[in-house]
């Protein structure tokens, strides 16, 4: 069974930073590509960051693009999001999902911005 | 970036009731669309990609079509299980990007 368990969540001040990590299991995590996908309360969903399954190709949303840095570590079966400089726009819960088409989501994890 | 338009942003149906959310892609994506289905509280659900494949364990009542810059999400049947919010989302290439959702709700 395909399993994504996101974890890092949580109460962190304005410019502050967290460290998202997804643990995968049911599959070869080496084989997909992986991506993070955010969702504010209340609204829509935001892709935000995703990895190829070499790592050699990353991509990001304009909103975080700088202050953001996707990882992973295919020997750990993890993926990572490293968030800095975090606003309360960034408030949200964040998922990580497998392959380009998203077939298999995590529950996420909830970040919250806040001073 | 390549924008994406659903519409309607609501709809009230009937159990029993086709409806159908179309998807407008900003520049053409060829076919590198998904759809997903997300209920409150929950983390959403993946029903089609590549426009009109169907993931696996998706009641076949779901279909998706479509091609370049225009889609539609297609359900023939709605089940009182369907009445959720809906999202469409290309993958063509980065950033990728989804639509504003369209919330189904029961009539």
């Known amino acids: 069974e395909v399993q994504l368990v996101e974890s890092g969540g949580g109460l962190v001040q304005p410019g502050r930073s967290l460290r998202l990590s997804c643990v995968a299991s049911g599959f070869t995590f080496g084989d997909y590509a992986m991506h993070w996908v955010r969702q504010a309360p209340g609204k829509g969903l935001e892709w935000v960051s995703g990895?190829?399954?070499?790592?050699?190709?990353?991509g990001y949303a304009g909103s975080v693009k700088g202050r953001f840095t996707i990882s992973r570590d295919n020997a750990k079966n993890s993926l990572y999001l490293q968030m800095n400089t975090l606003g309360p726009e960034d408030t949200a819960f964040y998922y990580c999902s497998r392959n380009n088409d998203f077939d298999y989501w995590g529950q996420g994890t909830l970040v919250t911005v806040s001073s | 970036d390549i924008q994406m338009t659903q519409s309607p942003s609501s709809l009230s149906a009937s159990v029993g009731a086709r409806v159908t959310i179309t998807c407008r892609a900003s520049?053409?994506?060829?076919?590198?669309l998904a759809w997903y289905q997300q209920k409150p509280e929950k983390a959403p659900k993946s029903l089609i990609y590549a426009a009109s494949s169907l993931q696996s364990g998706v009641p076949s009542r779901f279909s998706g079509s479509g091609s370049g810059t225009d889609f539609t999400l297609t359900i023939s049947s709605l089940q009182p299980e369907d009445f959720a919010t809906y999202y469409c989302?290309?993958?063509?290439?980065?950033?990728?990007?989804f639509g504003q959702g369209t919330k189904l709700e029961m009539k």
């Open positions: 520049q053409g994506i060829s076919r590198w």
């Open positions: 989302q290309h993958y063509d290439s980065y950033p990728y990007t």
């Open positions: 990895i190829s399954w070499d790592s050699r190709s990353i």
